[in-house]
């Protein structure tokens, strides 16, 4: 099962999502296309972790009437709208929990040491070899060749 993970500081939007994308099923009980003939995707299960925290299953269905005429439609879950409350962000927490002194979200001197003695050398190696590194210009998507390497494997990436 492949697991692709896109991450960036300058995306158009600021958003952590999984999209969890349903393989087509192996015989389609409804031939044919769906509204405007536009073909029929497989179901898409989102689970929106920040900003806006919720659900949403994106599914074909049968519209009402006589005939066989199919269209996407989508299930939501607002974690804000259904509870009337906004979850604070992950700075404001992080804040928060600094002013509080609360340390459980920080790590150690001695942990963050620990790390760079680890993280240093790879950096080090890497400036040395010259490796080219696929960027891409801010407000973009990413770069080209994350596009190119899901599209040889047969993916593409979803915009939230």
């Known amino acids: 099962m492949p697991f692709y993970l896109r991450t960036g500081k300058r995306l158009p939007r600021q958003v952590t999502d999984i999209a969890i994308h349903f393989n087509a099923a192996p015989h389609a009980t409804f031939s044919g296309a769906g509204a405007n003939g536009a073909a029929i995707e497989p179901d898409l299960l989102i689970i929106r972790i920040q900003p806006e925290e919720g659900l949403s299953l994106r599914f074909v269905s049968k519209q009402p009437g006589e005939g066989m005429r199919l269209?996407?439609?989508?299930?939501?879950?607002?974690?804000?709208?259904?509870?009337?409350?906004?979850?604070?962000?992950?700075?404001?927490?992080?804040?928060?929990?600094?002013?509080?002194?609360?340390?459980?979200?920080?790590?150690?001197?001695?942990?963050?040491?620990?790390?760079?003695?680890?993280?240093?050398?790879?950096?080090?190696?890497?400036?040395?070899?010259?490796?080219?590194?696929?960027?891409?210009?801010?407000?973009?998507w990413g770069p080209q060749a994350a596009d190119e390497m899901l599209a040889r494997h047969g993916h593409a990436w979803r915009n939230p």
């Not at 879950?77 to 600094?98: C, I, N, R, V, W």
């Not at 790590?107 to 040491?113: F, G, K, L, S, Y």
């Open 71 to 140: 269209r996407p439609v989508s299930m939501d879950f607002d974690y804000g709208a259904s509870f009337g409350s906004k979850e604070p962000s992950a700075y404001e927490t992080l804040l928060l929990d600094a002013m509080l002194g609360d340390s459980t979200l920080y790590i150690r001197q001695d942990a963050v040491e620990a790390s760079w003695a680890i993280v240093e050398p790879v950096l080090q190696s890497w400036a040395g070899q010259g490796i080219e590194f696929p960027n891409y210009a801010s407000g973009t």
